[in-house]
């Protein structure tokens, strides 16, 4: 699972963002992963997880509410990962890796609760 993390902060997470006015859950990931780490995706090939809600990791008080997809290995095309925007770290994540980071504090509400169980699926 590809984990990044915000400049300033603890907390690893899925890249994604806030939606634009008209823009779908896809459409706005797909505009996420290109500003934020320099992916181009295809709308076509996501395949939707569901939609999951979480106290949100950065900001007290608020709540994300999110639509998730999975992204195909394939669709990565040997894309350079480039971490950009706000973001200041990247990772891949195994079960044990999300674990470890969830047992420090430092793994998103989102992912910790929601999304980990995907890595077995």
Same mark, same amino acid.
């Given at each position: 699972?590809?984990?990044?993390?915000?400049?300033?902060?603890?907390?690893?997470?899925?890249?994604?963002?806030?939606?634009?006015?008209?823009?779908?859950?896809?459409?706005?990931?797909?505009?996420?992963?290109?500003?934020?780490?320099?992916?181009?995706?295809?709308?076509?090939v996501l395949a939707p997880l569901?939609?999951?809600?979480?106290?949100?990791?950065? *900001?007290?008080?608020?709540?994300? %509410?999110?639509?998730?997809?999975?992204?195909? !290995? $394939? #669709?990565?095309?040997?894309? =350079? &990962?480039?971490?950009?925007?706000?973001? *200041?770290?990247?990772?891949?994540? %195994?079960?044990?890796?999300?674990?470890?980071? !969830? $047992? #420090?504090?430092?793994?998103? =509400? &989102?992912?910790?609760?929601?999304?980990?169980?995907?890595?077995?699926?």
């Open positions: 699972m590809l984990l990044v993390r915000k400049r300033g902060t603890e907390a690893f997470m899925q890249p994604g963002g806030k939606l634009e006015p008209g823009e779908s859950g896809a459409e706005c990931l797909v505009r996420e992963l290109e500003e934020e780490l320099g992916l181009r995706i295809p709308v076509a569901g939609r999951f809600g979480a106290p949100a990791a950065n *900001e007290p008080d608020h709540v994300v %509410d999110c639509d998730v997809y999975r992204v195909p !290995a $394939a #669709a990565l095309d040997g894309q =350079p &990962l480039a971490v950009q925007a706000e973001l *200041e770290e990247l990772r891949w994540s %195994d079960g044990a890796d999300l674990a470890a980071l !969830a $047992a #420090a504090g430092r793994l998103a =509400p &989102l992912t910790r609760d929601h999304l980990a169980q995907f890595l077995a699926g």
